[in-house]
């Protein structure tokens, strides 16, 4: 009896909202066909060969440093709404016939600008949606299917204006509106409530003087990264021949543990969905990761590895673009000097 009064006063404040969320994340019959999905989607990625990795960067939102497709999707769910908006206020009583005809005429841009919105957040979404898992991917295969079927009933809308049927266009574009209002409530569970497309690489380390954290001995040769813990904020240590890097322990895409990657011709590989930081600056080379690694001044002295504060990933410097950079080329960067001092 105390435990169902626990569960309702904990029903009760997660609200109808937070039932819906659990339920739909208890759904596992939907891995079978969302993994088949994610099939299809690597099927169609590798299509592109070699342009593979800008290609999903590009979707990903690599370039801008976090995902494209919140964005984008707000600009559907504006262009949509303002047709709903223009549709209703064409249908107020003792409006003139031309303020009618603007509001409809109107009304239909704005449908089709939502429509290729829509689109264009479809392909970033999924972009995204592949990399995630169990109860985050179902809600999100959930929000996509909903996606689709607004979407085609906008297309139907816009159809029905260009033909001169009005009155069917308005009701299906506002059902439309209603279904993406609803999905827009579960992409905004996935990426508030579970952090998708947000930065998770956790705390940042805050200090402003060299500080030694590990004898050199112990940070082994190879490509193995060595997690260790500064003023209780985990770092992980990289050795690129006589240099050592430092980042931050969790992957900005979803906090994998970065000690249990790996280096590989000068970059830095994510555990989980390899994603590559570059082992000079943390500055993505290839996502899903949108946001930067954060890195660390790191250099060798009496023996010791020493860290200091200094996030040398310069915004809004291009992230794909800025290739090789060395120490000193980067203003950000410690310079040869700086580190031997
Ligand atoms: S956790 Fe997904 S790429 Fe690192």
């Known amino acids: ?122 392909a970033t979404g999924v972009t995204d949606w592949q990399h995630t898992h169990e109860s985050d991917r179902r809600i999100g295969l959930v929000h996509g299917v909903l996606n689709l079927v607004a979407t085609g009933l906008y297309i139907q809308s816009w159809r029905d204006r260009r033909r001169g049927r009005h009155g069917r266009g308005i009701v299906t574009s506002a059902v439309g509106y209603a279904i993406t209002s609803g999905s827009g409530f579960l992409g905004g569970a996935l990426v508030f409530g579970s952090g998708i497309g947000m930065d998770q690489s956790g705390e940042r380390l805050r200090i402003d003087t060299w500080t030694p954290v590990l004898p050199e001995a112990e940070l082994p040769a190879g490509n193995k990264p060595t997690r260790v813990d500064v003023d209780g904020v985990g770092v992980v240590l990289c050795r690129d021949g006589d240099n050592v890097s430092a980042f931050a322990a969790r992957c900005p895409h979803l906090a994998a543990p970065m000690e249990d990657g790996w280096v590989d011709r000068g970059r830095l590989v994510c555990p989980w969905h390899g994603s590559q930081f570059d082992l000079h600056t943390g500055v993505v080379l290839r996502g899903p990761a949108a946001a930067p690694l954060p890195c660390y001044q790191a250099r060798v002295k009496d023996g010791m590895v020493e860290l ?34």
């Open 1 to 122: 009896m105390a435990v169902q009064r626990a569960q309702g006063a904990e029903d009760r404040v997660r609200g109808a909202g937070g039932r819906v969320l659990d339920f739909l994340g208890r759904q596992a019959w939907m891995d079978r066909p969302s993994y088949r999905l994610e099939n299809v989607l690597s099927f169609a990625f590798n299509a592109f060969g070699g342009a593979r990795n800008r290609v999903t960067n590009f979707l990903n939102g690599v370039w801008l440093g976090h995902p494209v497709h919140p964005p984008l999707a707000s600009l559907t769910t504006g262009a949509l709404g303002t047709t709903v908006a223009l549709d209703a206020l064409g249908l107020l009583p003792g409006r003139a016939s031309t303020e009618a005809l603007d509001a409809s005429r109107f009304a239909q841009r704005a449908l089709g600008l939502g429509i290729l919105a829509n689109f264009a957040s479809a």
């Open 308 to 341: 200091r504060e200094g996030v040398a990933t310069p915004l809004g410097v291009g992230r794909v673009r800025y290739l090789d950079p060395k120490p000193g080329q980067c203003p950000e960067i410690a310079s040869a000097e700086e580190i031997a001092q």
